[in-house]
């Protein structure tokens, strides 16, 4: 089975998504080893924590849609 994205092993180090760093505001994080740091930053204590990563937004379907429009195949068959 393939692994996720969130799951790999080079993932690139950001204090975003690190477990030493707790998030402050949009643009600033707590770290416990460095202090007010931005989310962009990293250093050499990085640890990753997949769950600190935040996943992208859903795209939003354009236009009109009925039921129908996501029905697979003939529904003509009831037997």
Do not use: W
């Amino acid at each position: 089975m393939r692994r996720s994205i969130l799951f790999r092993k080079n993932i690139e180090p950001r204090c975003a998504y690190c477990a030493h760093a707790g998030p402050l505001d949009d643009e600033r994080a707590t770290c416990k080893r460095r202090g007010i740091v931005s989310m962009d930053d990293h250093c050499r204590c990085f640890k990753y924590d997949p769950l600190r990563r935040v996943p992208p937004k859903p795209a939003v379907l354009r236009g009109t849609f009925s039921a129908d429009d996501f029905l697979l195949g003939d529904q003509d068959d009831e037997a």
